[in-house]
């Protein structure tokens, strides 16, 4: 089956009809993760996801097409983890900031935690069209639910209505994708708290949104 159709068109193969098939395509990403992570996309040999996987070599074309594949199935985890920060599910956090200061916090704990697989994700997309098509696709859904935050928090007074929702979301989201890369492939001595927490600021202020007055500002570290 063809990776890839043009434009929405595009499919990935189905995942095997048996628990022991799902175990063993499991592992092959598992392996493949630690492999990226350590030689790259360009140096990654399928062989040597294979050995990771503790799997005949042959076994790899049961599961994945290619290299390129076994990557873009990687990556589709690594989205379905960053999914809970785009989530709109109604929770116990009212307040518009206090609900950017925790996506901004789990977004920043899921890059860093994934950091190598992360970084060569962008590294890829430079070279890649079809991880390039997939790192678009998540970065739009990100700043589509953001400019429809931002919609919600302008027709009820909360955010300053002479934002214009689309062009703010898209500046925004890529303001933190930009620190989260930056951080990751230059090592600064950055907190974490610190960082989501200014970042979150950031966002509140250039939309207008108030900041509880109880809000107790990370300490310097």
């Given amino acids: 089956m063809a990776l890839y159709a043009r434009g929405s068109d595009r499919v990935t193969r189905p995942l095997p009809p048996t628990a022991r098939g799902r175990r063993s395509r499991q592992a092959l990403l598992d392996a493949a993760r630690e492999v ?3 030689d790259g996309f360009a140096d990654a040999r399928i062989t040597d996801i294979a050995d990771a996987a503790g799997a005949a070599h042959g076994s790899f074309y049961r599961y994945f097409d290619s290299k390129e594949e ?3 199935a990687l990556l589709r985890d690594l989205i379905d983890e ?13 307040d518009p900031y206090e609900r950017l200061l925790r996506a901004n916090r789990v977004y920043l704990e899921t890059y860093r935690a994934n950091q190598p697989i992360m970084i060569v994700w962008e590294q890829v997309a430079t ?33 300053d209505p002479a934002i214009e929702p689309k062009t703010a979301a898209s500046a925004l989201t890529g303001m933190l994708s930009n620190f989260a890369y930056r951080w990751s492939v230059r090592e600064p001595d950055f907190d974490l708290d610190t960082a989501a927490e200014q970042l979150s600021l950031l966002w509140a202020n ?15 570290r």
Avoid: C
């Fill in 36 to 38: 990226f992570a350590r």
């Fill in 82 to 94: 960053l999914r809970p920060v785009w989530s709109e599910s109604a929770d116990e956090l009212t």
């Fill in 206 to 220: 250039a939309l207008g949104l108030r900041v509880p007055a109880n809000h107790a500002p990370a300490p310097n």
């Fill in 70 to 72: 076994i990557f873009v």
């Fill in 127 to 159: 070279l890649n069209e079809h991880v390039e098509q997939l790192r678009r696709e998540s970065n739009d859904k990100f700043a589509e639910r953001i400019e429809r935050a931002i919609v919600r928090w302008q027709s009820d007074g909360t955010a």
